[in-house]
């Protein structure tokens, strides 16, 4: 069982209540559909400008977490016509903040979670196994 954790964005703190990230890790769906079996060792809400995030994940993985997902809305938007990764999320360097939290503390990481674009392609830092 692939012990997983989630990485939100400060600025959804008072609008999401991670239900459908909560969802989809126990269905194994959209961005957790690529394991077998997994269990959420974690949460944290990264602040900008993602200083602590480096720090909250060497944490995590002390705790037994094997891979953290960023959630969707830190890179994607919803839309009239749903979530689009175009021009949208939260955080501006998210690709930059994923990489420093991979190779500064060798967790693998996921970008998505719920709400995945459509057409999007799961990207991950790091071999993630199922």
């Known amino acids: 069982m692939t012990k997983v954790a989630i990485i939100r964005c400060e600025k959804n703190l008072d609008r999401c209540p991670l239900t459908n990230c909560f969802k989809c890790l126990a269905e194994k769906k959209e961005g957790f ?11 944290f809400n990264c602040q900008c400008p993602g200083d602590v995030s480096v720090n909250l994940s060497k944490i995590l993985k002390s705790k037994g977490t094997e891979v953290i997902h960023f959630c969707t809305c830190t890179f994607a938007k919803k839309t009239d016509e749903g979530w689009v990764d175009k021009n949208g999320g939260f955080c501006e360097t998210i690709d930059n903040l994923i ?21 999007y392609s799961i990207k991950t830092w790091g071999e993630v196994s199922a």
Do not use: M
Not at 99 to 119: M, R, S
């Open 99 to 119: 990489e420093q939290v991979h190779n500064k503390t060798g967790i693998h990481c996921v970008k998505g979670t719920a709400h995945l674009p459509k057409d």
């Open 33 to 43: 559909s690529i394991y077998d079996d997994c269990t959420l060792t974690g949460v």
